[in-house]
């Protein structure tokens, strides 16, 4: 059993985390780090409340330490996690800028622990199903593609740390880990970007819109967010030499997870009315995959119990920070910047 603990149990824990870790045979819950209210053990009679991180990290029963804390905090936390010789799954955006990062791989590497950012997106019903039309190459050489993650909310988040200027506010450290790691999961990493970040909502002191121009050898990439989006258009538009495929962001995981259904191992398909549109030689509604958050955990405890390969690995995690340090570099100075 590999035991692990949260250094939180707000919505990410209570909606993200714990319900798939309880879930796996090969996991065991013991607790979180809870700073006021006391609310992980009504959920799970039996795990503990941790009064303090030096608790979790002091315990000889715990092997795996998630850390889903304000972004402006993972790499404290994630460093004091590896220092102490336990395994870490950090939440994005993994780090404040790549050479955190990469000193995050280079602690884990000297302490002989694994470490891997939570980019859960990858398992979303809508991305997996463009995945496996890219990778059945049915679209043909793929000329460009467009991701989107956009809302409609004027409004102020009510998580200060998320609305307060730091080194983890903004849209693009906060939508924006999503669809990058999603791009480079597909394509790779991009020979050069072009990004304009700014600030759109009245009041707001951190980025809250980006657009992110992607430069591959042959084709192009682009990334968008905002939320001043009320009709959205397709969130995956992906288009080659011999078609098209578009498709909604229609995940149902989370919010099933936050009316507190329990998750399952197979996971949730989405409605058939979200199907995809692929057009090749006709133009038609293709099935789409399942979503299942309890792979990446499952995958997780592969890595540890069995030394192989954590499913969204530290380089990951690195490549997006490169990407995310290249995108401010790039809308400040008004240039495209060579990655």
């Not at 993200?16 to 009504?42: D, M, Q, T, V, Y």
């Not at 919010?255 to 995809?276: C, I, N, Q, V, Y």
């Not at 995958?299 to 401010?328: C, F, H, L, Q």
């Amino acid at each position: 059993m590999i035991r692990t603990a949260l250094l939180s149990y707000g919505m990410s824990g209570k909606v993200f985390h714990a319900p798939f870790i309880s879930l796996h045979p090969g996991l065991e819950l013991k607790g979180a780090w809870e700073r006021n209210k006391k609310l992980i053990a009504a959920d799970y009679p039996g795990v503990t409340s941790y009064s303090s991180l030096e608790e979790i990290l002091g315990s000889n029963d715990i092997d795996l330490v998630v850390v889903n804390t304000p972004t402006y905090t993972h790499f404290e936390y994630a460093k004091k996690v590896l220092e102490a010789g336990k395994h870490a799954v950090v939440e994005k955006a993994f780090t404040g800028n790549a050479a955190e990062a990469e000193e995050l791989k280079a602690i884990a590497q000297k302490k002989g622990v694994k470490v891997s950012v939570f980019q859960n997106r990858r398992w979303d019903s809508d991305f997996k199903t463009v995945k496996k039309v890219v990778d059945d190459g049915v679209l043909g050489e793929i000329v460009e593609a467009s991701f989107a993650y956009d809302r409609y909310n004027a409004g102020l988040s009510y998580k200060v740390h998320k609305e307060t200027p730091s080194a983890g506010a903004g849209i693009v450290k906060d939508l924006g880990p999503h669809l990058i790691d999603q791009a480079l999961y597909l394509f790779g990493m991009p020979e050069r970007l072009f990004a304009d970040v700014m600030i759109t909502r009245q009041s707001s002191q951190v980025d809250d819109y980006f657009e992110v121009l992607l430069y591959y050898k042959t084709f192009r990439v682009r990334l968008h967010s905002g939320y001043f989006v009320k009709e959205p258009v397709p969130s995956y538009a992906v288009h080659g030499k011999l078609g098209s495929f578009l498709k909604t962001r229609a995940d149902i995981q989370e919010a099933k997870l936050l009316a507190g259904e329990k998750p399952t191992k197979e996971g949730w398909a989405e409605p058939e009315s979200e199907r995809g549109i692929l057009h090749v030689a006709t133009k038609e509604r293709i099935e789409t995959l399942k979503g299942n958050y309890f792979a990446y955990y499952d995958g997780v405890y592969k890595a540890i119990s069995e030394n192989k390969e954590m499913p969204v690995t530290v380089d990951d995690g690195i490549n997006v920070m490169k990407v995310i340090d290249a995108v401010y570099l790039s809308s400040k100075e008004g240039r495209v910047v060579k990655l």
